[in-house]
């Protein structure tokens, strides 16, 4: 039995291919095809006939019908979508109201979804959602505190994203301390080009940095985080800056790119080393605002008992991990230096002093493995 994961972005197709044995899934193959749009790919038909293709060749798949289901990455599933949904045209539908929310997303995810119904329209497609995860938050910490007939309008609000991420490290991280979920209190830190904080009660996300958009929360790659939004205001009565314009400033321009001129980590870390000044500060800034959520979501879940570093800059970065949590002693959060120094090897390891009372995790996350489970557990489920 296999199944077939798809990632289809504004300009990008990533592919990861799984055999399953019971519930568990094993990557078999991964692809990706990049420049959709450009001469050699004219369209996402296009790129979806060259991943057939190479499955083929590579002798993985003869055709897309031998698949046991077909899984798609969905950005944003509002608040309708509250765990992974068979496809069907009402979901469809749905997913296409979303497109205001997620239009940088949303509508590539379904050009995804609708190609591979066509090639294989008796193969079951799940949508999983990296909001879903996210719609346990009670409302207090959703709601903005604006005219809440903006909420009931528009439907503004935190919807939260990297769901997928933090639902499987949080699953990871009770395999890994042997405790069941119910009994543990956690914040998951992913920091990849994106970055986001979560706060999770008994295995349920109560709280998470990102907003409406992926914009708001931690420092990222490029992107700015938490800013006054005054500063929008000001910048536009100042120089004249558009909507448009201060849309990229802040989705493109900002976050480490922004201190620094650069947004990968590891040359940061390379020229801070070297001595330059708004290097350094990039990291010294990146890592105050990962502290910062830590103290807050430590109030929100009145303690915790493991912290868990993710993603790209998590799951390598010493450093960044040891800034986020230095001088935490008072709040029971020590790192042991040297066990933060070894490499994980894609392994999940503790890397806190024997005097901390909250565990420190690195945790290897693996959204497609995730999302390979849940439609599998999904299709079985509808199948028995
Ligand atoms: P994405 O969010 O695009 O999936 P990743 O999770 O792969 O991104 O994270 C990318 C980030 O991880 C980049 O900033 C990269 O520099 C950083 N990174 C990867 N390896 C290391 C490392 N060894 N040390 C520091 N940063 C690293």
New binding site residues.
Partial sequence: MKILVLNSGSSSLKYQLFTIHSVKCELIFSGLIEQIGDSQILDHSQALEKMIQTLKEKQHLQSLTELSGIGHRVVHGGEEFTAPVIINEQVITAIEKLCPLAPLHNPANLMGIQLARKKAPKILQVAVFDTAFHQSIPEQAYLYALPYSLYEQHKIRRYGFHGTSHHYVTQQASLYLNKPLNTLKLISI?????ASATAINKGQSIDTSMGMTPLEGLVM?TRSGDIDPAILFYLNRKTGMNIDELDTLLNKQSG?KGICGE???????DQAEQGDHTSTLAIDIFCYHIKKYIGAYLASLNGVDAIIFT???G???P??RQMACENLNNLGIKMDTEKNQQKNKGNSIDIQHHSSLVKILVIP?DEELEIAEQTIQLINKTTD
Avoid at 190 to 194: C, D, E, F, R, T
Wanted: hydrophobic share 40%; aromatic share 0%; proline share 0%.
């Fill in positions: 992913h920091l990849g080009n994106g790659g480490l947004n990968d980590m590891r040359r940061i870390i993603g790209g800059i799951e390598n970065a450093l960044i996350t």
